[in-house]
């Protein structure tokens, strides 16, 4: 209760611009405990497009946009910072990881303007698919597909498909995920690697 009524009057600040969201968020994110993660939902709930009931966003979670949306059962730990996604349902995202709208977060094009000065570009929402799982410490600036997995300290550069693992700096594709619908064309990919390219060219 406490928490929709901060909610109703922090959505009524940021809507009449008394508020900046971000900072809002930060406030936020301080609180410790399960007391923490549920003000903070609550107070989204009042705040975002969509959050999913039961979502989690631990001690140190910072929501950059107040367009972002949050599905069911989302898990987000410890000191992730989230810039402007739709993050699907049954995500995991792991301790410090840090989620960018897009890969080119400011413009640089002129030499005789220092970057910062030159402003940004246009923000286009990050979108993580259902059952995704983002492991620590991973920057995340391009979307991942449903049920895919991103390892620890990935830097995602590039789009991840649906059932991909990736890993890496920059993130490159391990494997698909036994069972998805691409790993039969992956194994097959295997065995003519393997086939010496004299049989192949006979």
Not at 57 to 76: A, M, N, S
Not at 172 to 181: D, I, K, P, V, Y
Request: aromatic content about 8%.
């Amino acid at each position: 209760m406490l928490g929709g009524a901060i909610g109703l009057l922090v959505c009524y600040g940021v809507r009449c611009g008394v508020l900046y969201f971000p900072f809002v968020s930060e406030a936020l994110s301080r609180v410790p405990f399960s007391f923490g993660w549920k003000l903070r939902r609550a107070v989204y709930r009042q705040v975002l497009p969509a959050i999913g009931a039961d979502a989690v966003l631990h001690f140190g979670v910072i929501l950059e946009d107040p367009r972002t949306t949050l599905g069911t059962d989302v898990w987000l730990s410890t000191n992730c910072y989230v810039d402007y996604a739709h993050i699907g349902n049954h995500v995991l995202i792991g301790p410090q990881a840090v989620l960018l709208a897009g890969g080119k977060q400011h413009r640089f094009d002129r030499l005789d303007v220092p970057v910062k000065q030159q402003g940004n570009l246009p923000k286009e929402a990050l979108v993580i698919g259902n059952g995704a799982w983002i492991g620590a410490n991973a920057t995340i600036l391009a979307s991942v597909g449903h049920d895919a997995i991103v390892g620890a300290g990935a830097v995602v550069t590039k789009p991840v498909p649906a059932y991909a693992i990736v890993a890496g700096n920059p993130a490159r594709l391990l494997r698909m995920r036994e069972g998805s619908a691409n790993n039969l064309a992956n194994n097959l990919e295997d065995a003519l690697d393997e086939i010496p390219a004299q049989r192949r060219s006979a």
